[in-house]
């Protein structure tokens, strides 16, 4: 059974940094794409990065691009979702979720009814 697993949420201020863990387990995949998606109250679940697991391959959400670095560690079976220069709409429940199809492959759309197996959610607040 696949289970995902967040951790590294916390409060921080804003203009700091958190870095965001996803532990995989359970699965033999070796083609997939992990994504980092979020949901604050009141509103959809929105796409933050990803990342495919057979290569450097990485897209982002057009409200994180040159603040957020997604990377994977595939020995661990971790991706990792390095958050900079944080901002107070950055506050929201991050979760991680695992695309088995790989259409990261050919679309880089941040679409979370392509990803499964979400974990329970890290939360992340930031101050202003």
């Known amino acids: 059974q696949v289970r995902l697993e967040e951790s590294g949420g916390g409060s921080v201020e804003s203009g700091g940094s958190l870095r965001l863990s996803c532990v995989a387990s359970?699965?033999?995949?070796?083609?997939?794409?992990m994504g980092w998606f979020r949901q604050a109250p009141g509103k959809e679940r929105e796409g933050v990065a990803g990342?495919?697991?057979?290569?450097?391959?990485?897209y982002y959400g057009d409200s994180v691009k040159g603040r957020f670095t997604i990377s994977q560690d595939n020995a661990k079976r971790t991706v990792y979702l390095e958050m900079n220069t944080l901002k107070p709409e950055d506050t929201a429940i991050y979760y991680c979720?695992?695309?088995?199809?790989?259409?990261?492959?050919?679309?880089?759309?941040?679409?979370?009814?392509?990803?499964?197996?979400w974990g329970q959610g890290t939360q992340v607040t930031v101050s202003s």
């Open positions: 359970g699965y033999t995949y070796t083609r997939y794409c």
């Open positions: 990342i495919f697991s057979g290569g450097r391959r990485t």
């Open positions: 979720g695992i695309d088995t199809a790989a259409r990261c492959q050919y679309n880089t759309s941040l679409i979370s009814s392509w990803y499964f197996h």
